[in-house]
């Protein structure tokens, strides 16, 4: 396999196989296909219907999401609360931390909150359900956060090339200013909010803002094989 070669740093390559493995929970038995990642969490869920872990998007009017990254077991749900200013939580890459998924990953489209307007009661949320075990790399679209490291990522591997600080590193060095990778950063919490997408089956999302739900569901078929 070629090394991959990001904002000039050369990173040795992934192998990232697609496994079918047998999991057991409690009484329950079923089979899952997924990409196996070296040190990636095993495919068992925590849980039966998973746990939530709580990032606080703007904390104490900071860009940052706290905490920046987390580890998490399939079937948990990520919720990103955003309490201050206006940011997204968007799905990316490692080698491109500050542009959407699929503008680097054709065929692949990955979440998105869209700009929502933070609410310090907490009203504001945007949720993301863990359908496998590969690290799963995020940022803020909002002009210049990226560029200053408000990036996100769920199980990376920090014994790897591809830590979570390098992937902080990586998006300080592009600076935000890669094509597609900036937004306005408007928005308002009293419209309605909706979603859709397909092709990733890492995650599926939700999002709640000014009270209004809005339901984009990624990867039906990898959510419905861990999920049973």
């Not at 090394?3 to 000039?8: K, Q």
């Not at 869920?45 to 900071?62: C, D, F, K, R, S």
């Not at 990520?78 to 309490?83: K, N, S, T």
Request: net charge negative.
């Amino acid at each position: 396999m070629t090394p991959d070669v990001y904002a000039g740093q050369t990173y040795p390559p992934i192998y990232h196989p697609t496994v079918t493995s047998t999991v057991v929970f409690g009484t329950s038995t079923w089979t899952t296909t997924y990409e196996s990642w070296e040190n990636s969490p095993p495919p068992t869920p925590v849980a039966e219907n998973g746990v939530t872990h709580t990032v606080i998007v703007g904390n104490n009017n900071l860009i940052t999401y706290d905490p920046p990254s987390i580890v998490a077991a399939p079937r948990d749900t990520v919720r990103f609360v955003f309490q201050t200013r206006n940011h997204t939580i968007t799905q990316s890459s490692f080698g491109n931390p500050c542009r959407k998924l699929e503008f680097t990953n054709p065929g692949e489209i990955g979440f998105d909150s869209g700009f929502v307007p933070g609410k310090p009661d907490s009203s504001a949320f945007y949720e993301v359900k863990v359908n496998d075990t590969k690290p799963i790399w995020a940022y803020c679209r909002q002009t210049g956060h990226c560029g200053q490291g408000m990036v996100f990522a769920i199980n990376p591997d920090d014994t790897s090339a591809r830590s979570f600080s390098a992937f902080v590193s990586l998006a300080k060095t592009i600076n935000g200013t890669t094509g597609g990778g900036s937004g306005s950063g408007t928005g308002s919490g009293s419209g309605s909010t909706s979603g859709s997408g397909s092709g990733n089956a890492a995650t599926s999302a939700s999002s709640v803002v000014g009270g209004l739900v809005g339901v984009a569901v990624v990867g039906v078929s990898a959510a419905v094989a861990l999920l049973l």
